[in-house]
């Protein structure tokens, strides 16, 4: 999916693989506590990096932060909560989080409760934290190189599947 970068070094266009989500939405809650961490299935995240290597495409690989609120993250200052968004942004962006997206979380936690693997790949549509000297976000909505780098990595843990456990040759 699309995201929004919080580090300086994630550019517009680059991809983004999430280790593991801040749970900082509401979905995740239904299905285990707060303190069960939301990370991804470590065979898919490893196919996804070596997917973005292979095509030598810019990629970041680490914690990343999923919300509710899209105008949350975009235009905090509208919110009647916007001193509370700014601190925990802030926060997040120094304890490293690469991105900011809407789904991340969830998935995780869903697929562990279901005992299913999730990854997550993300383009970095843009960094909220550097805007264009005109104040206007330098934005990226190319989802190309995403989409083959999704497939690829999908590609790849097929063929390591079947490595692994050949009755899934068949």
Not at 89 to 100: H, K, N, P, T
Not at 107 to 113: P, S
Request: aromatic share 6%; proline share 4%; net charge negative.
């Amino acid at each position: 999916g699309t995201s929004g970068a919080m580090q300086e070094g994630v550019a517009p266009g680059d991809l983004v693989v999430a280790t593991a989500a801040i749970r900082d939405e509401g979905t995740s809650r239904q299905y285990a506590p707060l303190e069960f961490p939301a990370v991804a299935d470590l065979t898919v995240t490893q196919a996804l990096i070596r997917a973005a290597e292979d095509a030598g495409i810019a990629h970041h690989v680490g914690v990343v932060h999923s919300k509710d609120s899209f105008y949350g993250e975009v235009e905090p200052e509208r919110m009647p909560v916007a001193e509370d968004l700014h601190r925990r942004w802030e926060a997040w962006r120094r304890m490293g989080a690469l991105a900011s997206e809407m789904e991340a979380a969830t998935l995780f936690i869903v697929a562990q409760a279901l005992r299913c693997r999730a990854g997550c790949l993300l383009l970095a549509a843009a960094n909220v934290e550097y805007e264009r000297p005109n104040g206007k976000f330098i934005v990226t909505e190319d989802v190309d190189q995403l989409a083959r780098v999704a497939v690829a990595g999908l590609h790849q843990l097929i063929k390591q599947d079947r490595v692994d456990s050949p009755r899934l040759a068949t």
